[in-house]
């Protein structure tokens, strides 16, 4: 991540940049899914045993972002400055509460 962050810091509204910043953030994001998936089936690396539908919410929220990345990125090609605003969007929809954030609200109590 700090390569292509530099990159795009220093280039920001450039579409090779954009290009390698969006290919890092979906590979991230799709190496976070597979992580999901591998501690959540089976109750592997869970404290708790969660709801099917906590575990399908969790993961289809993340697959959403590395869609709503993969679109960020064609757009890189087309219109920069969509794109960039679309890279910028995607992690502060994700620090918006949820369905899944109440579930684990009402679990702490």
């Given at each position: ?62 697959l959403g972002s590395a869609g709503a990345y993969t679109v960020a990125l064609l757009l890189s090609l087309v219109v920069p400055i969509i794109s960039l605003a679309l890279f910028l ?21």
């Amino acid at each position: 991540m700090p390569l292509s962050t530099a990159l795009l810091g220093h280039y920001p509204l450039n579409r090779v940049a954009l290009v390698v910043y969006g290919t890092n953030l979906i590979a991230a994001t799709l190496v976070l899914a597979l992580h999901w998936q591998y501690a959540t089936s089976r109750g592997r690396l869970l404290r708790t045993r969660l709801p099917p539908t906590v575990i399908g919410l969790a993961h289809r929220r993340i697959l959403g972002s590395a869609g709503a990345y993969t679109v960020a990125l064609l757009l890189s090609l087309v219109v920069p400055i969509i794109s960039l605003a679309l890279f910028l969007a995607v992690p502060l929809f994700n620090v918006l509460p949820f369905t899944l954030d109440r579930h684990f609200t009402a679990e702490s109590r």
